[in-house]
């Protein structure tokens, strides 16, 4: 019976401590297991940085604005070479530097020409931005095409009022506008003393928007200063003679005459006034002072013909952009030159500033803060106009018996950057 008790106790112990085992087993195996682990996020793709920063441009390569269209050209293509040799432009959004890339085609000096372009530029060739044509003419035509897409316009080469009158957003303009081209001219007349002073200044205006505004800015400043003015015209863009309208001028009696047009109406009146044998104490040009095909054109005959500029190779610090430019395009910069490589400064500045290749972004690095540039720090207007900018008077002075050459071009206005003393009334 004890036997008998004692088999059942034991298979019961038995029965338990199996159970026992299987549990502790249990809770043991369930201690081992590792921890689910926490769901991640699959990281964000970064944004691939673009090979290149592509900017778009059209130049007067050839047809009637191809002298000055080609120091605009050798301008960007300086800027381009200078900031990819430096690596391209950092932009914060890749963390990297990248090259940019100019985009450029050849307009043939005709608007309609150029804004097909500019619509291929941005719709095929995929720019970000936009550098300017050159003449205030085509920049008015392609500037619309800039505001259809919303992309920076940075220009040089356009200087019509009209420009910054259209409540357009996109266009930042480094030059002052037409009707300030002659204001050093006007004011150093108006320093003369009274028996100096010249008696009626002649104004020849081309047709079309730039001799209009030019014109018109001309005649509006004379007045406040008490100079007597009288506009002829308007003559042709393409006039191919100027007789009929300087012989109107030399009937008036006018003692100083000022051109208000392009390169091509510059140098035509000059040829006009030499041909003719007239004589008048200054003669004013607007654009071609600089440009070394007026003096090609005219040798000795553009001694003493003052002009325009807000440039000069002989302004404090101009030296090195000199050197550069004419390493790269085998002659002196003019303003234009001057311009252009401004331009370009200060589109690139403003993409580094944006830390984006986003044209929204682009445009608002524009409208803050100043660029360094080679005319100087500069800053812009709500309409894109710069907020100061200098105007000089120039005039070429060659020695006696010499053909003049840009080298010979100095600064006679305002007085704190005289390089030279005014020649007037100019030799007979």
Known sequence: MKGKMWRKNLVFLTVVLVLLSAVFLGCSQQQQQPAEKTPTATPTAVEKAPEY?????????????????????????????????????????????????????????????????????????????????????????????????????????????????????????????????????LEYFASLPPEKKPKLIAVLQEDTIVGETAAKGITEYAKKLGLNVKVFGPYPADVKDMTPIIQQVENSGADVIMDGGHFYGDTLMIKTIREKGLYFKAEWVYVAIGMDDFYKALGKDANYVMGYSCFSTKLPGAKEFVEKYKKLAGRDPDYHAALGYAAAQVLFQAIERAGSLDSKDILNALRMGEFNTILGPMSFKENGMPKKMPVLLLQIQAPSGKTPTPEDLQIIWPKEFRTADPVYPKPK
């Open 53 to 185: 920063i592509k900017i778009g441009y059209t130049l007067s390569l050839t047809g009637k604005h191809a002298d000055a269209g080609k120091y605009y050209a050798d301008a960007y293509k300086l800027a381009e070479k200078e900031i990819n040799e430096k690596g391209g432009i950092y932009v914060k959004k890749y963390g990297k530097k990248i090259p940019v890339k100019l985009i450029g085609y050849d307009d043939e000096s005709k608007a309609e020409k150029a804004v097909g372009l500019y619509e291929k530029m941005k719709t095929v060739d995929g720019v970000i931005a936009f550098l300017g044509p050159y003449s205030s003419t085509i920049t008015y035509s392609v500037v619309p095409i800039a505001e259809k897409y919303h992309t920076p316009i940075v220009e040089g080469g356009g200087a019509s009022n009209k420009l910054f009158t259209q409540g357009w957003k996109t266009i930042f303009a480094v030059l002052p506008t037409t009707e300030h081209y002659a204001d050093a001219a």
